[in-house]
């Protein structure tokens, strides 16, 4: 079935500096989505994307579609503490499953 | 409020014992979804439904059952539990199938002894 690499796995950063992680897929997406877990909580969605090269902004967050559909990655710019937790992007291809990464848990020290 | 709920939301239990994990949303969704989530490895689709009396198998679909009678409902059943089914399960909708924005609901930690 369809892989996604999510990388870092795990990032330890500063509050205030800004954090990047991506998704590589081994075949095209015709969807990315980001979502973020918070401990003890269901995924909720942060960014979907549907074309390839979109670059989208919700706040202070920033995803892009790969042009090679096979890829997309998220941004976060002047990381806040209650940016801590864990990251998903999921990749949609032309059936109904979808596919997640691994996830990129993240904590941010004050 | 529009929601995703699940029942329980923790779970003991032995091999061998059949349980049922209910999940229901109160949007008018077409698509729902079942997930189990592991350390190491993310969120797996388990199964799926596009609609009442429509489902598929996801990615790791061994051990599960679901049905689909009502809109709002989409039960998973574990006939006869096993260890390896010791998992944070995570039950989604999406209002129509072509749409991939879903709501989540809160997990249902499952132990199996």
């Known amino acids: 079935g369809q892989q996604l690499n999510q990388s870092p796995q795990s990032m330890f950063i500063q509050e205030g500096e800004d954090v990047s992680m991506n998704c590589t897929s081994s075949s095209i997406f015709n969807t990315w989505l980001w979502y973020k877990q918070d401990p003890g909580e269901g995924p909720v969605l942060l960014i979907a994307l549907y074309k390839a090269g979109e670059l989208t902004s919700n706040g202070r967050l920033t995803a892009q579609f790969g042009i090679t559909r096979k890829d997309s990655f998220l941004n976060i710019s002047a990381s806040i503490p209650s940016d801590v937790g864990i990251y998903f992007c999921?990749?949609?291809?032309?059936?109904?499953?979808?596919?997640f990464g691994i996830g990129t848990k993240l904590q941010v020290i004050p | 409020e529009a929601q995703v709920t699940q029942n329980p939301r923790y779970l003991i239990t032995v091999t061998g014992k059949k349980l049922t994990v209910t999940c229901s949303q109160n949007m008018n969704h077409e698509y729902m979804s079942w997930y189990r989530q592991d350390p190491g490895l993310g969120l797996r689709q388990i199964y799926y439904s596009m609609n009442v009396e429509v489902t598929d198998k996801g990615d790791v679909p061994e051990g599960y059952k679901v049905s689909r009678k009502e809109k709002r409902n989409f039960p998973l059943i574990l006939e006869s539990p096993s260890p390896n089914q010791t998992s944070l399960y995570f039950c989604?909708?999406?209002?129509?199938?072509?749409?991939?924005?879903?709501?989540f609901g809160p997990g249902t930690r499952l132990t199996v002894l």
């Open positions: 999921a990749g949609h291809g032309g059936y109904q499953k979808v596919t």
């Open positions: 989604a909708s999406s209002l129509k199938v072509t749409q991939k924005l879903q709501f």
